[in-house]
């Protein structure tokens, strides 16, 4: 059996692309885990969804608001 | 009897939902057929010629369009690499305000009933998602094409039956008792939102405008995450059920990968194998922004002057938001 491959793949100025991973732990601890073949991981720290990115890098607004 | 009509009484080919009708019912000749209609209709000379002819109309309206609107593509550096720049065009096409009117309208003031008619008019194009873009496969090669499968897996489930997008746009139907039949949508669906699913199978069926069809799908992508977030935030104010809110949820993530898959791994590979085609991308990218504003745009105005028609309905809505 061959050894699985898992890649990083870096998007300027957006998030990593990650490929046969099992999950993603973001820096407050939450465990994210990985359910699709490749996944975002945000770096901007602008997600709602941390790990994940949610295209919040897109944004102009600084942070969006949360009132619903 | 409805009144006939001639080729020459069309004025706004992009609007008209005659056109359209008869246009996605060529195309979907290519997808699904129809039920008592003989498949082999899918090649019958006469229909391509028919639609090869409104094919031309089309693309020629949109490629007017595109030039008279704000969504003209950047002109490209010719003495510099082509793949950058297009890569860098079309995040900086898509970037826009980031959040779309439909989608703020949806989360802030949409009423069931007018979510409903968001979803109706929608699965025209939801509940054969992602199927135009499976046709460029064979057409694009080396890593555009590893790209555009990767990305194709993931709307297609990612080996999961019951992930499919498609699939999961139709639970979401069901859970609102709507039908899930593609055919039971088309006397509603608006001209302008039955342009925006036929521009795709416009890109994807013509293999010269492959290049177009990939910077549609980059400019689809890339502007869908931060709009899926507020639809979502609708569903949940509305408290539509679990499947309907799934639908948007899985978009958020899905299409942020996405993004990147489709504007750097497909077009930005896919330019550079065929640097002709760098023109095309943008083409592509552009009209999708506007045609697809122009559909946004006509659902506004129609849920407006339905709420003006009933001024008992629209003050409550209105101090929702």
């Not at chain 2, 006469?46 to 002109?75: F, N």
Request: glycine share 6%; aromatic share 6%.
């Amino acid at each position: 059996m061959s050894a699985r491959r898992v890649t990083v793949e870096a998007c300027p100025g957006g998030p990593l692309l990650i490929r046969g991973a099992d999950e993603v732990v973001s820096d407050d601890g939450t465990v994210g885990k990985v359910e699709r073949s490749v996944v975002a991981v945000c770096r901007c720290g602008r997600s709602d969804r941390l790990p994940w990115c949610d295209a919040s890098h897109r944004a102009k607004r600084r942070s969006r608001k949360k009132d619903d | 009897m409805p009144e006939a009509r001639a080729y020459g009484d069309v004025a706004d080919c992009l609007g008209d939902r005659d056109f359209q009708l008869a246009l996605w019912i060529l195309y979907e000749l290519h997808y699904r057929g129809f039920e008592g209609v003989d498949d082999a209709a899918e090649w019958d000379p006469l229909l391509l010629v028919s639609r090869a002819g409104l094919e031309r109309t089309m693309e020629h309206a949109v490629r007017e369009l595109v030039a008279s609107t704000d969504h003209a593509p950047p002109a490209l550096e010719p003495d510099s690499d082509p793949a950058p720049q297009v890569v860098k065009a079309l995040v900086q096409m898509t970037i826009g305000d980031g959040v779309s009117p439909v989608a703020t309208f949806l989360r802030r003031r949409a009423t069931r009933e007018e979510f409903r008619d968001y979803l109706a008019e929608r699965a025209i194009y939801h509940l054969r998602e992602s199927d135009p873009q499976s046709f460029v496969l064979p057409r694009i090669d080396g890593a555009a094409k590893a790209a555009l499968a990767e990305l194709q897996y993931d709307e297609y489930g990612g080996g999961r039956p019951d992930r499919l997008h498609a699939t999961l746009f139709a639970r979401a139907l069901e859970s609102l008792d709507m039908s899930t039949d593609v055919a039971s949508y088309l006397p509603d669906v608006s001209g302008e939102t039955l342009a925006s699913v036929n521009l795709m199978s416009l890109f994807a069926l013509n293999r010269r405008l492959r290049g177009a069809a990939m910077g549609h799908l980059a400019a689809f992508e890339a502007t869908s995450s931060l709009p899926c977030e507020q639809i979502l935030r609708g569903a949940r104010r509305l408290k539509l059920p679990d499947a309907v809110q799934d639908y948007y949820d899985e978009h958020v993530e899905a299409d942020a990968v996405h993004e990147q898959l489709a504007i750097r791994n497909i077009c930005g590979n896919l330019v550079t194998a065929e640097p002709e085609l760098a023109d095309d991308v943008l083409f592509g990218a552009a009209a999708c922004l506007a045609v697809d504003s122009r559909a946004g745009q006509k659902l506004l105005t129609d849920w407006q002057d339905r709420r003006d028609r009933k001024p008992t309905g629209s003050g409550r809505a209105e101090a929702a938001g």
